[in-house]
């Protein structure tokens, strides 16, 4: 089982393996996943405050790229076969 933490799902394995599109939904969920910690560290110091504010745009974006991939989870994992 594979475990994607921005679907909020588990796919088995073998599924992801044997369609294309599940393929795909572990492969974004895992930038995602990625993208998201590299912000969190990447966190600049309070007296930066562009930095902030860019920072803070950035994490906007990547949280409306982790809903992407939820919606994305629900379409290929819901949706009779």
Do not use: F, S, Y
Request: a positive charge; one cysteine or more.
């Amino acid at each position: 089982m594979l475990h994607l933490p921005c679907a909020e799902r588990t796919v088995g394995v073998e599924a992801a393996l044997r369609l294309p599109d599940v393929m795909v939904l572990v492969v974004e969920d895992t930038c995602a996943v990625i993208a998201l910690r590299n912000w969190a560290r990447r966190e600049p110091p309070i007296w930066r405050r562009r930095a902030r504010r860019c920072w803070h745009a950035e994490g906007r974006r990547l949280r409306a790229e982790k809903a992407r991939v939820k919606d994305l989870a629900a379409r290929c994992l819901d949706e009779p076969a």
